[in-house]
């Protein structure tokens, strides 16, 4: 797949995924947003902030770099990887101002070193007959020498990333097959990259075998399909695709340098690992699965490869907080089995590792500094989930508790416990969220007034717009630009139309921006603040899906999803039942819709149904991907329909078709 994937999901069809399709708008809405009303520069209060924190950190501690680029190979100028037309897929030439030795001030200095770190490209050879390559996507490559052939873990995002990934190998390194391709985890930058370094026909003819966790292909997408919209759109802010790279635009995620733009691909497992520990030996090489399911992913396993003394801890231990919750949006993650699951496999490999890998990040070395970053990434978690516990024990509230808990000054100072991707701010409110939901036990906060009214009523009780935004200029002054976003946000949702307040608003979040230590608030506050200016991109729309990822939708999930895109009020009053037949799986359902529901039955038919279906699902995805239509099917024999054929119309009449680019710092018109 070579198309433009910066694009909305057609009718019907569920999204690959928010990781991948953040690039929605990657292609074009960047430069378009470069042409507009232009960022401007710090604040004084931010210039004030940034050196405040660059007094506060170990900046003479170079260890980091010196594991970054220990190994180190060779790489591709730019790591570039080119694209079909004018665009390439992959480049790092952009980041070339990360090259200064002095951050840039409108950058916080901390994330400036994370980012300087997550620059560096190239072929690493980790340790005898296991390498890696890192700076060609958000995720690195782990490639391991069997015997005879390649075991590649973790494929990155795109084909075209993971194909340059393995020719770079090549160019330094025996030019054995892949006979292994390994995911530890089921999040696209793990994956997608999967046609890269293999075929479809290859595994089929089982020359390559693929291995994953135990419910791998369940979760590999079901994270993100019933939500999915909201989560692509909610993406683009995490990971600051509508951003031009630069000093006042998008500088890092924290977790790597960026998405790839390229086909995001996936072959379904031809085996997995199901036990909880796992040993098998593969063209010579003996590996230890650890599956760690609900920590960082809901499938998700580690590694250690006792030849070599490697552990490879996938995305469960990296070079700085990850996130309990994730702010594109998804299931709050628990801390306390995290860390639970880092302990495990502290001592069941800690004492015969000496080299620790992660599919982020880079390597680290030395069995005592190995232990030490366990404990602290262990210990990390487990803070934030039991303070957090405690401190709602108390009665504090999700804002109370992220505006009191600090971390403990044993963990304060250490690189990889900063909040570049996750922050400890909102972790600590996730721990809330898991726990208590989302509502703080204030009756006044059990029904207010929806955004808009409330947002009228406030701006009323303030003095009407004028005067708030004349108060909010001189807390502007004052650097209390937390304040000033807030109270300008009202001013919006009670008027979009405001020029001043959407102007201060937008300038208020990007001084935030500019002071943000993690990536992905940076990257929010600083989409935000373009919206405001500059409003929503216009986005061509097309397909975000493919047959890869449609083969990862079960037949279950697809009639999920039939039942989100409902429209409760187009179905008011209606009744039907309809029969489904898979030729190709032989399996059968039931959809009834009432009051406004839409519910299904597996391995079930209703004698009564409104019209019976057969067909397969190969069939179902090509209508879904609109490279074919119900009619054209029917009519080619694709598709039987037996009863009454106006209520499949009838059905696809009621089902809306999502938006992927609605408005979030202003309200829906």
């Known amino acids: 797949m070579t198309r433009d994937r910066s694009t909305r999901a057609p009718a019907g069809a569920p999204s690959l995924g928010a990781l991948a ?32 924190m660059a007094k506060t950190l170990p900046f003479a501690n170079r260890q980091d770099f010196e594991d970054a680029t220990r190994g180190f190979i060779g790489t591709v100028p730019d790591a570039l990887v080119p694209g079909t037309g004018p665009r390439p897929v992959w480049t790092m030439k952009p980041y070339d101002f990360l090259k200064a030795n002095e951050p840039a001030d409108t950058v916080n200095p901390s994330l400036w070193r994370q980012a300087q770190l997550n620059a560096i490209h190239g072929l690493f050879k980790v340790t005898d007959r296991v390498y890696q390559v890192r700076g060609f996507d958000l995720a690195n490559m782990t490639i391991v020498e069997g015997d005879t052939s390649l075991i590649v873990i973790d494929p990155l995002l795109t084909a075209e990333t993971a194909r340059a990934a393995l020719e770079l190998y090549y160019q330094h390194r025996p030019k054995k097959p892949v006979g292994t391709v390994i995911y530890s985890h089921g999040h696209a930058d793990h994956f997608g990259g999967v046609k890269g370094v293999t075929t479809e026909a290859d595994v089929a003819a089982g020359k390559v075998q693929v291995i994953a966790p135990v419910a791998f292909m369940e979760t590999a997408v079901a994270e993100n399909i019933l939500a999915g919209n909201a989560m692509n759109r909610r993406s683009q802010y995490q990971f600051g695709t509508l951003l031009p790279p630069g000093v006042r635009g998008q500088v890092d995620t924290g977790l790597g340098k960026a998405l790839a733009r390229g086909s995001v691909t996936l072959i379904a497992p031809t085996s997995t690992i199901d036990k909880t520990t796992e040993r098998r030996t593969i063209d010579g090489v003996e590996i230890v699965f650890q599956l760690v399911p609900g920590s960082e992913a809901p499938a998700e396993m580690l590694m250690y490869l006792p030849q070599f003394r490697v552990l490879n801890m996938a995305e469960d231990v990296t070079h700085n907080m990850h996130n309990l919750y994730t702010i594109r949006g998804a299931e709050v993650r628990d801390g306390n089995l995290w860390a639970k699951y880092i302990d495990e496999a502290r001592v069941a490999f800690g004492d015969k590792t000496d080299v620790l890998i992660a599919q982020h990040h880079w390597p680290t070395t030395g069995q005592a500094r190995i232990v030490d970053l366990l404990k602290k990434q ?54 809330y969220q898991k726990y208590l939901g989302w509502y703080d ?51 919006v949702y009670a008027d979009p139309a405001n020029r001043a307040a959407r102007e201060l608003g937008a300038d208020a979040l990007e001084q935030m921006g500019y002071q943000s230590e993690a990536g992905t608030w940076r990257s929010a506050y600083l989409v935000g603040a373009m919206e405001l200016r500059n409003g929503v991109p216009k986005i061509p729309g097309g397909s975000s899906s493919n047959g890869d990822t449609l083969k990862a939708v079960s037949n279950e999930l697809f009639f999920d999803f039939l039942g989100v895109r409902l ?38 038919q209703a004698a009564s149904a409104d019209a019976t279906i057969t067909l397969s699902r190969a069939t179902l995805d090509a209508i879904t991907l609109k490279q074919t239509t119900f009619p054209e099917a029917l009519q080619s024999g694709q598709v039987k329909i037996d009863g009454n054929r106006a209520k499949l119309g009838e059905l696809f009449g009621m089902l809306d078709n999502f938006d992927l680019m609605f408005p979030v710092v202003e309200p829906r018109k």
């Open 378 to 431: 262990r210990d990390m978690y487990k803070f934030i989930n039991d303070q957090s516990l405690r401190l709602l024990n108390e009665g504090y509230t999700p804002a109370d508790i992220a505006e009191t808990l600090r971390m403990p000054a044993s963990l304060e100072q250490e690189w990889s416990a900063r909040g570049y991707y996750g922050t400890l701010r909102h972790n600590a409110k996730a721990v």
């Open 441 to 491: 036990a204030n009756p006044a906060n059990l029904n207010p007034l929806p955004p808009v009214a409330q947002a009228k009523k406030t701006v009323e009780y303030m003095g009407g717009a004028d005067a708030v935004v004349a108060r909010a200029r001189e807390d502007f002054k004052k650097g209390e630009y937390r304040w000033v976003a807030s109270a300008m946000s009202q001013v």
């Open 567 to 604: 429209n409760a009020a187009k179905a008011e009053g209606k009744t039907m039942v309809i029969n489904w037949n898979f030729t190709d799986s032989n399996q059968k359902f039931v959809l009834t819709l009432e009051n406004s529901a839409l519910t299904h039955l597996k391995d079930q």
């Open 21 to 52: 399709l953040a690039v929605a708008c990657a292609l074009g809405a960047a430069s378009a947003a470069a042409q507009q009303i232009a960022p401007k520069p710090p604040e004084p209060a931010t210039l004030k902030a940034n050196a405040d």
